[in-house]
Structure formats: C-alpha cells, structure tokens
C-alpha cells in the first residue's frame, strides 16, 4: 500500500498560480502511475491529470489543457500539479491518487484495484 499526503493549496486570486504536491510513502513510488483529481462542493470528482511512472506520457483534462502541467521527481517520491492562470472555476479540492503496477492509467483505472487516494488539499480561486 501506499500512502499519499497532499499539501500546496490555499487561497489565490484568479490569474494567480499554485503548485500543488503529493507527497508518497510506503512503496516504490516509480511503480506507480500517479494523477490528480478534484472535487468541488456538491459535485461529482472529476479527473484533471495523469503522468505514468517514467514521467514519459501525461495527459490532461480538457478544461485545465496549457494551464496546468503535471510532473513528479521519483527520486524524491514526489508528484506535483503546476496550476497557472486560475479562475474561480478551479476551486475544489484536489486530490492525489496513484495506480499500482501500471506504467500509465487512464482516469477509470484510478477507481479500480490497487488504487490509492490521498485526503486533499483546498485550492480557492477568488478575489
């Protein structure tokens, strides 16, 4: 099993940026293909990005495309979520997961089996 712990998220003001990150502990954290989520009051979560294990395929959801850019540092057991260009619309909590055993997942594969969650952390985007 994996552990994930969130941190990064907190009050900016639209057109400000974030840097969001998941902090891994427990397995080998380039065996896991990583992504992040997140979930606004009252609504369904939705998937925002996934980089697979080598950090060599990353795909994005189309509403945060050429704002937010996904990465992690192995070494350091670490995944981040670069958030520029915030609007309102972006504020949820944002979640980590992570995918054991797969070099990449797609969004639904984070609900199945050997999938892991982290708790969130708030990101809120007002002036």
């Known amino acids: 099993q994996v552990q994930l712990v969130e941190s990064g998220g907190g009050l900016v003001q639209p057109g400000g940026s974030l840097r969001l990150s998941c902090a891994a502990s427990?397995?080998?954290?380039?065996?896991?293909?990583m992504g992040w989520f997140r979930q606004a009051p009252g609504k369904e979560r939705e998937f925002v990005a996934a980089?697979?294990?080598?950090?060599?395929?990353?795909y994005y959801a189309d509403s945060v495309k050429g704002r937010f850019t996904i990465s992690r540092d192995n070494a350091k057991n670490t995944l981040y979520l670069q958030m520029n260009s915030l609007k309102a619309e972006d504020t949820a909590v944002y979640i980590c997961?992570?995918?054991?055993?797969?070099?990449?997942?797609?969004?639904?594969?984070?609900?199945?089996?050997?999938?892991?969650w982290g708790q969130g952390t708030q990101v809120t985007v007002s002036s």
């Open positions: 997961a992570a995918k054991f055993g797969t070099a990449y997942a797609r969004p639904r594969d984070f609900y199945s089996e050997n999938s892991y």
């Open positions: 427990g397995r080998t954290f380039s065996r896991y293909a």
């Open positions: 980089i697979s294990w080598s950090a060599s395929t990353t």
